[in-house]
């Protein structure tokens, strides 16, 4: 899967970017996939899903910013993370 290969150093915008949606997105998209990989194996730890339901509603709201102001970033991210929508 693409998931694995990418990094958020892809999708800095400039070398110091560490706050563009872009790089927020690839980050918490890399903690999701390791969290729902620990549900699978914990599925009690209902602590850990609440947070993973946060980090899923963050996400969503950072990539409908990142349609509204930049299409084509958007896409792009959409496509190499294997995002549907």
């Given at each position: 899967m693409s998931e694995a290969t990418t990094s958020?150093?892809?999708?800095?915008l400039h070398e110091t970017d560490t706050g563009s949606a872009?790089?927020?997105?690839?980050?918490?998209t890399e903690r999701i996939n390791y969290l729902t990989q620990h549900l699978s194996v914990h599925?009690?730890?209902h602590s850990t899903r609440r947070g993973l339901l946060k980090m899923v509603a963050r996400r969503r709201k950072l990539l409908d910013y990142l349609k509204l102001t930049a299409e084509e970033r958007?896409?792009?991210?959409?496509?190499?993370?294997?995002l549907r929508r």
């Open positions: 958020p150093d892809t999708f800095k872009d790089v927020q997105i690839v980050r918490l599925s009690k730890d958007y896409q792009k991210l959409l496509k190499s993370l294997g």
